[in-house]
T-cell receptor
Framework: GAGVSQSPSNKVTEKGKDVELRCDPI?????LYWYRQRLGQGLEFLIY????????KSGLPSDRFSAERTGESVSTLTIQRTQQEDSAVYLC??????????????FGEGSWLTVV | GESVGLHLPTLSVQEGDNSIINCAYS??????FIWYKQESGKGPQFIID?????DKRQGQRVTVLLNKTVKHLSLQIAATQPGDSAVYFC????????????FGTGTQLKVEL
C-alpha cells in the first residue's frame, strides 16, 4: 500500500507476556518514528530511526521497551514483560529524510495494545 | 505533559462558525510547531505548520497563530464543517526538523448541525 502499515491493529495480551509490534514505512522513507498514545491523551515520543545513524532512544520509558529497524525498511517495537500501564495505541510514522517539514511525516493507524 | 485522562477539553461549535483551538507549549527552545487532526481510530494527519520566525501562517480554511512571548499557539478554522469534527493536537519541536515532536493533550472539536 501507499501508506504506513502497522500490525497487528489490535492485540490483547496477558500481563507479563512479551509483544512485538510491526511497522512498514512508506517505501523510500529513511526516517521512522514510534509514538505511544494512551487513551484520551497526546502522543509520547518513543524512538526515532534515521538511515544508518544510531537511533534516538531517549523516549523509551523503560528497558522493557526496545525497537529495531532493518536498513530503511521494517521496524519492530518489542515490549517485554508487559504491564497494564503499557496499554495504549502505538503509532508509527515515517518521512523521506531528516525532514525539516511536518507535512512529510505520515502516521500509520496504530496498533492498539491491551494488557489484561 | 499534563494528563487529562479520558476527559479531553471539548470545543463545540455550530456548523459554519469559526473555531479557535488553543495550545500552550512548554519549551522556549522549540522553533517548529505543527497542528495535527486525529479522527477516531486513525493516525494524526498534518494540517499546518509554522516556524518560530513567523507569527502567522494561513492555509486553506485554517490559520495558525504563534505568540512566542507567552508560548501560545492557536488554530483557527473558518466556516467549520461536520468533517472537521476530530481531536486536534499541537506539537512542538526543537530539533529543527520535526524529528522529535512533543504533543499536547489535544482538544476535541464537535461540530453541531
Amino acid at each position: 500500500g501507499a501508506g504506513v502499515s502497522q500490525s497487528p491493529s489490535n492485540k490483547v495480551t496477558e500481563k507479563g507476556k512479551d509483544v512485538e509490534l510491526r511497522c512498514d514505512p512508506i517505501s523510500g522513507h529513511t526516517a521512522l518514528y514510534w509514538y505511544r498514545q494512551r487513551l484520551g491523551q497526546g502522543l509520547e515520543f518513543l524512538i526515532y530511526f534515521q538511515g544508518n545513524s544510531a537511533p534516538d532512544k531517549s523516549g523509551l520509558p523503560s528497558d522493557r521497551f526496545s525497537a529495531e529497524r532493518t536498513g530503511e525498511s521494517v521496524s519492530t517495537l518489542t515490549i517485554q514483560r508487559t504491564q497494564q500501564e503499557d496499554s495504549a495505541v502505538y503509532l508509527c510514522a515515517s518521512s523521506p529524510r531528516r525532514t525539516g517539514s511536518g507535512n512529510t511525516i505520515y502516521f500509520g493507524e496504530g496498533s492498539w495494545l491491551t494488557v489484561v | 505533559g499534563e494528563s487529562v485522562g479520558l476527559h479531553l477539553p471539548t470545543l463545540s461549535v455550530q456548523e459554519g462558525d469559526n473555531s479557535i483551538i488553543n495550545c500552550a507549549y512548554s519549551n522556549s527552545a522549540s522553533d517548529y510547531f505543527i497542528w495535527y487532526k486525529q479522527e477516531s481510530g486513525k493516525g494524526p494527519q498534518f494540517i499546518i505548520d509554522i516556524r518560530s520566525n513567523m507569527d502567522k501562517r494561513q492555509g486553506q480554511r485554517v490559520t495558525v497563530l504563534l505568540n512566542k512571548t507567552v508560548k501560545h499557539l492557536s488554530l483557527q478554522i473558518a466556516a467549520t464543517q461536520p468533517g472537521d469534527s476530530a481531536v486536534y493536537f499541537c506539537a512542538e519541536d526543537s530539533t529543527g526538523g520535526g524529528n522529535k515532536l512533543t504533543f499536547g493533550t489535544g482538544t476535541q472539536l464537535k461540530v453541531e448541525l
